[in-house]
Each structure stands twice: as structure tokens, then as C-alpha cells.
């Protein structure tokens, strides 16, 4: 249910599938292999994606130096995101002007 690659100083972490409170402890065990200051956290192929995780993503983040997020822009998590209205706590930054453009959208943390 997920992949992590190093690239430039980052960890990329790629998490898929559905991701539920049967999925928090792994979640943590899965940043505990993360040892990069930074981390990217791509949810484009997550399917499902529940407030529980959002928030525990949100706390494992703030252990990082810095951590962004990398989400499908139609995707059920974006739309999650919206919905928890995250604006306040997260920095959204959507790209591109076309379909294909706009399959990726970075939302790094506030920090501070």
C-alpha cells in the first residue's frame, strides 16, 4: 500500500489504495522509515481516504522539517481536504490549466 523513494535530499512517500483507520498504525510505521528532514507525501492514487488518516498524515507531517502533500485534483482526497476546509492549516496550490495539467496539485504544510 505504499512505496518510499529518495530524490534530491526527500523522501517521497506514495501511499494507494484505501486508506481508513485500519490503516493508522501502518501509517506510523511507515514514517518511521523516514529519516529525510523533507517529505512528499503523494496520495494521487489513494482511492479512499478517511478524516482519521488526514489528520494522523497532519501530526506525522509536523515531526518533519517540512512536508507537502501531492493530490489528484478531482481526486476523493482533495475533495476531503475541501470538505475538513484544511485552508487554515495547509497551503493549497493547484497547478496547470488543462485536465492533464491539473492531475497534480502540491499542497506543502505551513510551518511556524
Not at 2 to 24: P, T
Not at 93 to 112: F, H, K, N, Q
Request: charged share 30%; net charge negative; glycine share 4%.
Amino acid at each position: 500500500m505504499y512505496c518510499i523513494r529518495r530524490l534530491a535530499g526527500k523522501s517521497i512517500v506514495a501511499l494507494n489504495g484505501e486508506l481508513d483507520l485500519d490503516y493508522r498504525t501502518a501509517l506510523r510505521e511507515v514514517f518511521d522509515d523516514v529519516h529525510d528532514p523533507e517529505v512528499v507525501v503523494d496520495l494521487t492514487a489513494v482511492e479512499y481516504i478517511d478524516s482519521t488518516i488526514v489528520s494522523e498524515l497532519l501530526l506525522l507531517c509536523r515531526a518533519k522539517e517540512r512536508c507537502s502533500f501531492v493530490l489528484a485534483r478531482r481526486s476523493q482526497a482533495a475533495r476531503v481536504v475541501e470538505l475538513l476546509d484544511l485552508g487554515s492549516m495547509l497551503e493549497i496550490e493547484y497547478t496547470g490549466d488543462s485536465e492533464a495539467e491539473d492531475a497534480v496539485a502540491w499542497i506543502p504544510l505551513r510551518t511556524g
